[in-house]
C-alpha cells in the first residue's frame, strides 16, 4: 500500500511540475493572447482566402507602410514620371527621421533607383520621406497620396499619415487590406518584385543586410516586408511559392520576430495543406445539397470580388435562399442588408454551394435571416464561384463571421458599394 501511495505523490508532484512547462510549449492562441493580433492568408491567383483571423480589425500598419510608398514610386517610374538615374534630394525632415534609417545627410541627394533597396531591406526611414518629399513635394501630401491610391485598391479601412510607418495614431490599416496592397504590387509591378527577395545592399561602401529572416528560412519565401512600432507588435508580410501555387501571408501583432516567423510558417503551411484539400475536392464530385429553394438575383461583379454586396441588374447569378419561403435582401440604396459574408471560393457551382449551406447552419437567431449566394465572377483566366451568405446588416455581418470564425471556418466580411 505505501509504495503504491508513494508512487502517486510523486507522480502528482512531477504533474505539478510539468503543468508550467506544458503551459509555456503549448500556450494560447495568437488571436486569445494578443489583442493586437491579426493574420490572412490568400491564394494569390485567385484571391481566395485560406486563412483570417481579425483580418477586417483596424492595426497599425508599422514598416508595411513603406509597399504603398514603393508601389507609388513603382507608378512613378513606370509612367516615366521620374527615371532611375533622377537626383532626389534629402531634406531636414528627411534627415531627422529616426532609425532604422540609411543616415542621409540633409543638403546631399540619392538616385530614384537607390531608394528601392534600402526601403525594402533597411525599411530606411529617412529614405521613406526622400521618396515622398520627390513625388509630391511634402511627406503630408504623400500621405494623402498614398490613402487615395489605397480607396482605388479597395483598401477601404486603411489611412497613411507618413511614408515611413513611423508611430502616428491616425495611420490605420488591416491585415486584409495589407494582402491587398501586397498582391496589387506583386501583379502591378512584377518587374521591382525580385527586389523584396534581396537579402543584402552596399550603399556608399557600407552593406546593410535584411530584417526580413523568413527569406531565408521558409521553404518557397521570395519577399516581401516586415514592419514594428510599439504600437503594432511584429509585423510581416509574405509572399511563397510551393507546387507552382502562390500564397500571400500577413502577420500583425506579433509580439517577437521570431514569434512572428513561426506563426507565418505555420499559416502558410496550413495554407499550402488547404489548397491543395480544395484542389484534391474540386476534381471529385460533391453529393448534393439538401435544397434550399433557388431564385434568381442580380449580383454586381464588384460584390464577387468582395468589394460590394449591393445587388445591382448585370443579369442573372445563381442565388439559393437559405429559407424555403425567403426572398432577396433590400434592394440597392437601402439603408439595411447589403452586408454580407464570404466562405470560400470555388471551381464548381456546386461545391461553393454547400460549403455556403454549411455555414448558415452554424448560425442561429436572428442571423438565420442571411441568404446563400453562390456568384459567378471571372479571375484572370478562371471562374470561380464565390460562397455567401448575404442580406445582413453590417453587425450582423461581423458577427456572423466572428462566429463561424469560433467554430473554425474561416471568413470575410464583405462591405455594399461605396462604403
Keep these: 500500500m505505501f509504495p503504491a501511495t508513494s508512487y502517486r505523490f510523486r507522480g502528482l508532484i512531477a504533474l505539478v511540475l510539468l503543468l508550467p512547462l506544458l503551459a509555456v510549449l503549448i500556450g494560447p492562441s495568437p488571436a486569445q493572447a494578443n489583442p493586437r493580433y491579426a493574420s490572412i492568408v490568400v491564394d494569390y491567383a485567385t484571391g481566395e482566402v485560406l486563412h483570417a483571423s481579425n483580418a477586417d480589425a483596424r492595426r497599425y500598419p508599422a514598416s508595411l507602410t513603406k509597399m504603398m ?30 532609425p532604422s534609417k540609411l543616415g542621409l545627410r540633409a543638403g546631399t541627394t540619392i538616385k530614384a533607383g537607390e531608394t528601392i533597396q534600402p526601403l525594402i531591406v533597411r525599411s530606411a526611414n529617412d529614405v521613406a520621406v526622400v521618396v515622398g518629399e520627390a513625388l509630391a513635394g511634402t511627406e503630408s501630401a504623400f500621405a494623402r497620396k498614398m490613402t487615395e491610391k489605397a480607396r482605388q485598391m479597395g483598401m477601404h479601412s486603411t489611412t497613411f499619415r507618413n511614408a515611413s510607418g513611423l508611430p502616428n495614431s491616425g495611420q490605420v490599416t488591416t491585415a486584409r487590406d495589407m494582402a491587398t496592397l501586397a498582391m496589387r504590387v506583386m501583379r502591378d509591378f512584377p518587374q521591382y518584385y525580385h527586389y523584396f527577395d534581396d537579402q543584402s545592399f ?73 489548397a491543395g484539400q480544395l484542389q ?64 470560400g471560393a470555388f471551381q464548381a457551382a456546386d461545391q461553393a454551394q454547400s460549403l455556403a449551406s454549411q455555414a448558415f447552419s452554424r448560425l442561429s437567431g436572428d442571423l438565420t435571416k442571411a441568404q446563400i449566394a453562390v456568384t459567378e465572377v471571372q479571375v484572370s483566366d478562371k471562374k470561380l464561384f464565390r460562397a455567401r451568405l448575404v442580406g445582413l446588416m453590417e453587425g450582423e455581418a461581423h458577427n456572423a463571421c466572428q462566429h463561424l470564425s469560433r467554430q473554425g471556418m474561416d471568413c470575410m466580411v464583405v462591405r455594399p458599394t461605396g462604403s
Design 202 to 274: 552596399t550603399y556608399r561602401g557600407q552593406t546593410h543586410t535584411s530584417h526580413n529572416r523568413l527569406i531565408r528560412s521558409y521553404n518557397g519565401a521570395d519577399g516581401l516586408k516586415t514592419g514594428y512600432i510599439r504600437a503594432s507588435g511584429f509585423n510581416v508580410a509574405t509572399s511563397a511559392v510551393r507546387d507552382g501555387r502562390r500564397l500571400v501571408g500577413v502577420v500583425m501583432g506579433g509580439r517577437t520576430a521570431q514569434s512572428r516567423n513561426a506563426h507565418m510558417a505555420d499559416l502558410l503551411d496550413r495554407g499550402f495543406l488547404r
Design 69 to 98: 510608398t514603393l508601389y507609388l514610386l513603382f507608378e512613378a517610374l513606370e509612367q516615366g514620371k521620374v527615371s532611375m538615374n533622377q537626383d532626389f534630394r534629402v531634406s531636414p525632415h528627411a534627415a531627422s527621421m529616426p
Design 280 to 343: 484534391l475536392a474540386k476534381a471529385r464530385p460533391v453529393p448534393p445539397v439538401p435544397a434550399a429553394r433557388p431564385t434568381r438575383l442580380a449580383v454586381s461583379d464588384a460584390m464577387a470580388r468582395g468589394e460590394s454586396d449591393a445587388p445591382r441588374n448585370v443579369g442573372g447569378i445563381l442565388v439559393s435562399s437559405a429559407q424555403a419561403a425567403a426572398t432577396p435582401g433590400p434592394a440597392a440604396g437601402g439603408r439595411t442588408g447589403q452586408w454580407g459574408v464570404q466562405v
